[in-house]
């Protein structure tokens, strides 16, 4: 279940934060579940109320989530807000038809992709000095 925090909670955790309190200490001193992420970003990369969290620790699933397989599923089932796409788990996430029984081989191979691609957005990104959004240096690693 996603739990929203309002602004003047968020303007706590600021506050708290810039005071010198960690994260984890002000999430528990705040009541905000175990599971929560909390962490710092320039205001310009704060994200929105569509922001989606994936909390997988491993590479397969980070892979299975940036294939095209599953790019091609989200563009044919999103939601659509003023014509921009919205991946809700509702429409895109819930509905994914996830690898069935892979074998050991190919969950191997789309870690190690997942891997490189990782790699190779960090590389991007430093070489241009963090100077693009995200949604660019997407763009720009997948039009090579």
């Known amino acids: 279940m996603r739990r929203v925090i309002t602004k003047s909670t968020w303007a706590e955790i600021r506050t708290a934060y810039a005071s010198g309190i960690g994260l984890r200490e002000i999430a528990g001193n705040m009541d905000i579940p175990a599971g929560t992420i ?29 294939s095209g397989i599953h790019w091609s599923w989200f563009i044919a089932t999103c939601s659509k807000l003023k014509g921009d796409f919205r991946y809700t788990p509702e429409s895109v996430f819930d509905t994914f038809p996830w690898p069935q029984k892979p074998k050991h081989e190919d969950i191997k191979a789309v870690a190690e992709a ?29 039009s090579v």
Do not use: H
Request: net charge positive; with cysteine; proline share 3%.
């Open 38 to 66: 909390l962490s710092r970003a320039k205001r310009e990369a704060w994200p929105g109320d569509a922001l989606s969290c994936f909390a997988f620790s491993d590479d397969y699933s980070f892979g299975i989530l940036q």
């Open 114 to 142: 997942a891997v490189t691609l990782r790699a190779l957005r960090q590389e991007t990104m430093r070489k241009l000095n963090y100077s693009l959004p995200a949604r660019a240096i997407f763009r720009l690693v997948f």
